[in-house]
Nanobody, 118 residues
Framework: QVQLVESGGGLVEPGGSLRLSCAASRIIFSNYRMGWYRQAPGKQRELVADITGGGSTNYGGAVKDRFTISQDNAKNMVYLEMNNLKPEDTAVYYC????????????WGQGTQVTVSS
């Protein structure tokens, strides 16, 4: 079973930067689309960014040009570099592994809190 563990969240001032990490085990990245999602209090979970095994990326409109997703296949790690953070970026950020095989279920990490506040 795929296991995902996020880290790197915390408190940052507006305009600051953070890098989130997702450690994935029991997974071959070429068989998955890896993604970062976030959920703010009282709101639905939304896509932040995702990346295919071939390296193609996709971003949610609110973070485009500020966030960058990347993955290290050798280390089984997925990263989310977040720059120019805004208070509205405050949320719990989750790592998700979606298998290319549609008959298999996606896996989620436990989440990491990001708070943007002065």
């Amino acid at each position: 079973q795929v296991q995902l563990v996020e880290s790197g969240g915390g408190l940052v001032e507006p305009g600051g930067s953070l890098r989130l990490s997702c450690a994935a085990s029991r997974i071959i990245f070429s068989n998955y689309r890896m993604g970062w999602y976030r959920q703010a209090p009282g709101k639905q979970r939304e896509l932040v960014a995702d990346i295919t095994g071939g390296g193609s990326t996709n971003y949610g409109g609110a973070v485009k040009d500020r966030f960058t997703i990347s993955q290290d296949n050798a280390k089984n790690m997925v990263y989310l570099e977040m720059n120019n953070l805004k208070p509205e970026d405050t949320a719990v950020y989750y790592c998700k592994a979606t298998p290319n095989n549609p008959w298999r279920s996606a896996s989620w990490g436990q989440g990491t809190q990001v708070t943007v506040s002065s």
